[in-house]
């Protein structure tokens, strides 16, 4: 197997993005944590940066796209 645990992990915006400033990066890095060794799915990732003054969906999707550098061997994320 190409990941330690295979397990899936689906999310989405709700799951990622905090309603207040300061949530949405520890909501986020939590989700990531959990799909470490498998797979993290983001169901509707559209809706994170569909309006472009969305600065906490970006946050979210910034967040992830960091954990799947870091990770790269550790976590396949689906977007």
């Keep these: ?16 993005v ?13 989700v990531v944590d959990q799909a470490v060794g498998g797979v993290l799915f983001v169901d509707e990732a ?3 940066v569909s309006d472009g003054k969305d600065a906490f969906g970006k946050e979210a999707l ?9 990770m790269r061997e550790e976590l396949v994320v689906i977007l």
Excluded: F, W
């Design 1 to 16: 197997s190409i990941l330690p645990k295979g397990h899936l992990v689906e999310v989405s915006r709700v799951d990622l």
């Design 46 to 48: 559209y809706t994170l």
């Design 62 to 70: 910034e967040s992830v796209m960091k954990c799947m550098e870091d």
């Design 18 to 30: 905090g309603q207040h400033v300061g949530e949405t990066a520890p909501k986020t890095k939590n």
